[in-house]
């Protein structure tokens, strides 16, 4: 194994991204004698393990279609959590448009982002997807009842750290919307709130406002943290002692709302305004990950909505995915106060 803990997420909120944030990650790393390292400060190439998971000595807290993509394909992965935090998911259309039903989507020509390199890089194509077919369900609609239109996408996404002066959107379709070659785009995220409200784009299905949690699985809903396998097998308090600093930060983050705005602002480069409407008055209380029933339950309903609609290489028995030792033991250090400070 190599010397080094590698880390990589995606900017949005996790306990995980806390805990690098205050610190806490890089002395897990130093008490097992490691380095530690952050894949988006890492290069190009180390990047990309982002997205393949095949590094053996990475930890992956991100969005669940590349995971599963990269499960699927064979990566070694083993699923040890998963969060859940509602992201704004929302169908947008233009200004002038009448569109403010789910059943009113039917006919419409939507935005849907063209296939990336491969099936891992391709999640805005599968998040839009499935966006618009919960927007539609509600509807009594399905996919067929709407024209999609492929919009532009980066084939190749890049995974790095960037500053506010580089601040851009992963909101794809505005502008295609904007010029009128599409009538809805589907988005998600902090940001997504705020290109919205720059280009006079109104909410026409707002996702995060129905109960069921079935109809808002996406990319981030729920979230997977994994790790490689030769990781786990070979040093399984390194495994444990992240988790037990994720969970340390999610107790922290539960008092301390300012902090994880603070943090998160600098995270997904959006405004303030942009976070609390994302992710709302709460959401610092509800950073911790667990594998519970209905967690699992609902990544399953995202791997079965990827293998059907040709996001994954192959099919494979969720349950082999999942390892619920080390989260078992990592809240067993944590309620003992046993995690290092």
Not at 44 to 58: I, T
Not at 295 to 311: A, D, K, P, S, W
């Amino acid at each position: 194994m190599t010397e080094t803990l590698w880390y990589t997420r995606c900017p949005v909120p996790t306990a995980s991204g806390l805990a690098h944030s205050l610190g806490w990650l890089g002395d897990t790393a130093a008490q097992a004698g490691l380095e530690f390292g952050v894949l988006q400060d890492a290069g190009p190439e180390l990047a990309a393990h982002h997205f393949l998971h095949d590094l053996s000595s990475l930890v992956r807290e991100g969005g669940n279609v590349p995971a599963i993509a990269a499960r699927a394909q064979g990566s070694p992965t083993r699923l040890i959590g998963l969060t859940w935090i509602d992201e704004a998911q929302a169908i947008l259309v233009g200004p002038d448009s009448p569109v403010s039903t789910p059943a009113e989507l039917a006919g419409l020509r939507v935005g849907i982002p063209a296939w990336a390199q491969d099936q891992a890089r391709s999640f805005p194509r599968a998040m839009a997807l499935h966006g618009f077919a919960n927007a539609l369900r509600l509807g009594g609609l399905t996919l067929a009842d709407v024209i999609a239109v492929e919009v532009a996408v980066e084939r190749n996404p890049q995974v790095r750290t960037v500053t506010q002066s580089e601040r851009r959107t992963t909101t794809w379709g505005v502008e295609d919307l904007l010029r009128g070659e599409v009538d809805a785009i589907y988005v998600k995220g902090a940001r997504a709130q705020e290109v919205a409200a720059e280009n006079g784009l109104r909410v026409a299905v707002d996702l995060d406002a129905t109960e069921s949690k079935r109809l808002r699985v996406n990319n981030g809903t729920p979230r997977p943290i994994t790790v490689h396998a030769d990781l786990l097998e070979s040093r399984p308090e390194v495994v444990i002692g992240f988790l037990a600093q994720s969970l340390r930060a999610a107790d922290w983050a539960a008092g301390n709302l300012d902090g994880v705005r603070e943090v998160l602002q600098r995270e997904t480069l959006s405004g303030p305004e942009g976070v609390v409407a994302a992710y709302g008055a709460n959401f610092h209380q509800n950073l911790h990950p667990s594998l519970s029933d209905e967690r699992v339950e609902l990544i399953g309903v995202q791997q079965q909505f990827l293998y059907t609609h040709g996001f994954l290489a192959a099919d494979f028995a969720l349950e082999s995915w999942v390892a619920r030792e080390p989260l078992e033991r990592a809240r067993e250090l944590v309620e003992s106060g046993k995690v290092p400070a």
